[in-house]
């Protein structure tokens, strides 16, 4: 970073028609966007005419929801990575993954050969997948506990990375004269034997562009602190006020100092759901608009499992009963269990209400406005210790996006808090982070470098 | 097919260099070209131009043999097919992946989204991964026995096939006037229960163009001949001769009607390793060239531990031992363990002799010869009951594989044999095979239609 100002992270947060749960039904949507390369190709064209940092999907292994009121289909992120790692140069590409349905071996490899194919471009959201749902469809009848979640969690990206460091750098010789390939003893096994996993190793795919791919968290949790703490490079959260969002960034930044690791080196974007027109009644008429298009019988029956209560509890017309449980007795998503119940009391909304906060972000902070009120929105928490950069939620897609990119980015840009051109080629150079020296032969390499 | 002539099916089998275990040796080489996607790419646009009807992946979890000696490092095919489906047009796109070493929500997924992403292309390869090397990378200490592999092997597929039927093709009805996006009864759990697998779904991604994969398999044993009768569209095989090919052929064929299935709806294809040149002295000269590239040390070793033997045993200018274990031990891969002793036993071949055969094609059948020669070759065993197509399998990558398109294809073509060009735009399609109606609702919207 040297003496240069301080600059901004933008993550553009992908998904079907728009974060807004009733996007779909705008007359200009694809209802079947969801599915369809060539929509998430243009997206991520935008964003990389935008200069963002990356692109990211969320994901799980399941149908969330009713496929009866809201698009459900979603490609699986890798292979969605590489279908957008060759309609694009730059930008990076992060998608999210299960620690708790996955396997290390096949995992790391995927990502190591997306980071492959892409030229050093590959991030992983690591996730722990709450929910019983998912589960079911790997032979278990409900979710491990939160707790055991993000204890395989640690040991996954454990073995993940020992088996990302398994080859040198330069372990590949291709001596054709005398036939040797590979120098053998720069290939190594790991022998990894722990809790939930034991792995030979080494894995069959050479160490990649990256050394390994941009280690991303979006759990927040005590548990899921700490695990951003000792192995994310960047981390995603929903965070609704300003001092909400300090307090989670110095926590955060105090939490990974803690683990013995540089707080530059975890780079925290909160999420926002940005409504934007180009004057501040539009923006909020749009909003409503959409709100308007939510089935709030269909809203309160999601409200309803995420709170752990009958629908019939929660009186649309009503603030939230007082006797919910406390996120101790939630092995679930945790933090976003706190989040809604927290925003719900301190704004002492009603269940309408709440259901038309959570349509327009699921839990993230929606803001309406015009350009430069969403630029300075920005702009004060990135200077107010609440953020290192945002995760931008468009609620509508296409549109939410380029108008982003044509409308709050040159603002950016022009204060000088958002670069105007790329200038590195990695995820990684993005976020302005170290390429991460191997654990096996890394340090050796630094002392005689 | 109707009254045209019955025409033949070519799969380009990719592999790093060539398939000669020495390729990468030669000056022309990139010996990094296993993990170049930029390779693979122009691989795939080399075949596409021939109206191939696939390129095909082999792949296992782990790294084989020695690294000091040969490329070792390998992409994630479906992230590789993922990276191919972008930079062609109507290729069939087939990886292989394993059923012992994976899941089948996550897999089936996969495959799904790499059938969207091509627009139809995607076949998956099903092996079930020999060896205790692989088990080791899955905190398994020993492969599982070969009976149990194939009889997960089944349950997989009917699982994956259960997923992927788990969504009618009509399901979505994307009203927007009334907010209902998919028909909830066409979207349905699966509620598998069995004695490998307990899978609730259904598959969070719709089914895809092809409603699933095409189906490959390439084991020639017992058991592996059963599953290719039941599950099978594909079958690859390694064949030495006329009279092997054409018994294999006959009796895959009668089990696949024992198995209830028409004979047509699967397609038999050896694999050929052709050296090409414009004269036969020329191609034999290719060869010895090649096999001059051998280190016979090393695959001595190999030999050895495929055969289960000590390497000592095997001197290298006699025969093999003659008291050899029985296939029945074998827990491995049984068919090529036979093949590899009955090649053997049947052209007396010493161990030298025999690794230059193997080392050329792993037991597949090499052929040198000119253009028309190869052709010939292709013809005979195609209208001699022991091939409905071939598995091309050039010695050295991408040469073999030009001359393949630029010298045999046009002969294949001019007798009437092979496409001159592509008729259908799936995978399927180049195959002559109907898309598979859905288990569920296919034999009724069959009634109705
Ligand atoms: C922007 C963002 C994206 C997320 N994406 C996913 C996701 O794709 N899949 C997932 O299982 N959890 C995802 N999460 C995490 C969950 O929301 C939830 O926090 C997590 O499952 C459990 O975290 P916790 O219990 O530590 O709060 C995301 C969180 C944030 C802030
Ligand atoms: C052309 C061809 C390609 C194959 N590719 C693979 C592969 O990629 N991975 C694998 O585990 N087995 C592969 N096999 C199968 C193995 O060679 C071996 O036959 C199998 O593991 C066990 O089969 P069997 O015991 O039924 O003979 C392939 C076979 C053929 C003929």
Same sequence: chains 1, 2.
Wanted: no cysteine.
């Amino acid at each position: 970073m040297g003496t240069a100002q301080r600059k901004l992270h933008l993550n553009a947060f992908l998904m079907s028609t728009g974060h807004h749960e009733a996007s779909w039904r705008l007359p200009e949507s694809d209802p079947l966007a969801g599915t369809d390369i060539r929509h998430y190709q243009n997206l991520a064209r935008i964003a990389e005419r935008g200069t963002f940092d990356s692109v990211f999907f969320a994901d799980s292994p399941v149908i969330f929801g009713d496929v009866g009121r809201r698009p459900a289909g979603k490609l699986e992120p890798t292979v969605l990575l590489t279908a957008l790692a060759g309609a694009t140069e730059k930008i990076g590409l992060i998608a999210t993954a299960s620690t708790t349905y996955n396997d290390p071996f096949n995992l790391a490899r995927r990502f190591a050969s997306v980071d492959v194919v892409s030229g050093g471009r590959a991030g992983w959201n690591v996730v722990t997948t709450a929910g019983p749902d998912a589960a079911r469809n790997f032979g278990v009848d409900d979710q491990p506990a939160h707790a055991a979640r993000y204890e395989r969690a640690a040991e996954f990206l454990d073995v993940a990375g020992k088996l990302w460091d398994s080859w040198d750098d330069d372990a590949v010789v291709a001596d054709k004269e005398s036939g040797v390939w590979a120098d053998a003893d720069r290939v190594r096994p790991i022998d990894h034997e722990g809790k939930h996993f034991k792995v030979r190793g080494p894995l069959n795919v050479p160490r990649s562009p990256q050394g390994y791919p941009l280690i991303v968290q979006a759990g927040s949790s005590e548990d899921g602190k700490d695990l951003a703490a000792r192995y994310a490079e960047a981390v995603f959260t929903a965070q609704q006020t300003l001092e909400d969002a300090q307090a989670f960034y110095s926590d955060l930044k105090a939490r990974t100092a803690a683990a013995g690791r540089d707080p530059e080196g975890i780079k925290i974007l909160p999420g926002i759901v940005p409504v934007i027109a180009s004057t501040e009644a539009d923006a909020r008429r749009l909003e409503q608009e959409l709100d308007d298009l939510i089935k709030p019988e269909y809203a309160r029956a999601q409200l309803a499992k995420t709170l752990r209560v009958a629908p019939e509890e929660l009186a649309l017309d009503r603030q939230l009963p007082s006797d919910l449980p406390s996120e101790d007795s939630i092995e679930g998503a945790k933090s976003r269990y706190t989040l809604i119940v927290e925003l719900a009391r301190r704004e002492r909304l009603t269940v309408r209400q709440l259901i038309g906060r959570l349509g327009g972000g699921r839990g993230h902070r929606t803001f309406s406005g015009t350009p430069e009120q969403v630029a300075d929105a920005i702009q004060l928490w990135f200077e107010n210790g609440a953020a290192d950069g945002f995760n931008i939620m468009p609620p509508v897609l296409p549109a939410g996006l380029e108008i982003f990119v044509d409308h709050v980015v040159p603002v950016l840009r022009a204060r000088g808090l958002f670069r105007t051109e790329y200038s590195g080629s990695t995820l990684r150079e993005h976020y302005g982070l170290e390429r991460p020296l191997n654990r096996y032969s890394g340090a050796l390499a630094g002392l005689t470098a």
